[in-house]
């Protein structure tokens, strides 16, 4: 249903933007963020959106540079994307990326965004954290060993909805998770390999809403049932 989030995502920019006025977004990672740039029409107002999380990679199977910009290219606002990796090789290597002034002028500016984008990934093979290989398969293991599953921007999430902190979360940078409960956060995903990740994170509490399919939503309903 990749398509179709994106166009449902793209409607929900929207939206905001005509709706309530909105003009800066915070946006997350994965494919789901390339399809709404394919859907989203161009708009003659000035709206910036701000990358929630790191992103680089040596591995372009997971494009979110190029999706965040893409996005930005459809309005005449400006894109601030931090270009630094979701992960570090250290705790103390992520502590000093920190402190340059234009990386936590973006981690605050998207920390304090009222308007979240985020998708829901996982540790199963086809998910882009694993194809992308920005985690180690040391990193996946560990976090698997814990129980992690569902994933947003980096913090993990156990089968109940308990965010996950261990060695290898700490070397994660991105906004701060108290944001996503302080503003309107709102997820995107689905597809029927998603639905244990996607439990997983609304569980947390953290999110105000979530964009899905028919498919899925059936599927999470009937599951709590």
């Known amino acids: 249903p990749l398509q179709m989030l994106g166009a449902a995502g793209a409607r929900f920019i929207m939206n905001q933007i005509n709706e309530n006025n909105v003009t800066e977004f ?17 708009i003659n107002k000035k709206i910036d959106f701000i990358t929630l999380n790191g992103s680089l990679t040596s591995n372009n199977s997971i494009q979110t540079e190029t999706s965040i910009n893409q996005i930005a290219d459809k309005t005449d606002g400006e894109c601030f994307n931090s270009g630094i990796p979701l ?27 009222k308007i979240k984008l985020l998708s829901v990934g996982g540790l199963f093979e086809s998910s882009q954290i694993v194809k992308s290989k920005i985690f180690s398969e040391e990193s996946i ?11 947003v921007a980096g913090n993990f999430f156990d089968k109940e909805g308990n965010i996950i902190l261990n060695k290898e979360t700490q070397k994660v940078i991105g906004a701060k998770i108290d944001s996503f409960k302080n503003s309107t956060t709102v997820l995107i995903a689905g597809g029927k390999n998603k639905i244990s990740q996607i439990q997983s994170v609304l569980k947390s509490g953290l999110f105000t809403g979530l964009i899905t399919d028919e498919e899925t939503s059936k599927k999470l309903i009937n599951s709590k049932n």
């Not at 090789?89 to 234009?102: A, H, P, T, V, Y």
């Not at 293991?141 to 994933?151: D, F, P, S």
């Open 26 to 42: 915070g946006i997350g990672t994965g494919s789901t963020m390339n399809a709404i740039a394919k859907w989203l029409p161009k």
């Open 87 to 113: 992960i570090f090789e250290s705790i103390e290597q992520k502590q000093l990326i920190e402190k340059i002034n234009f990386i936590k002028t973006i981690i605050n500016r998207a920390s304090n965004t």
């Open 141 to 151: 293991k560990k976090l698997q060993e814990v129980g992690a599953v569902g994933e």
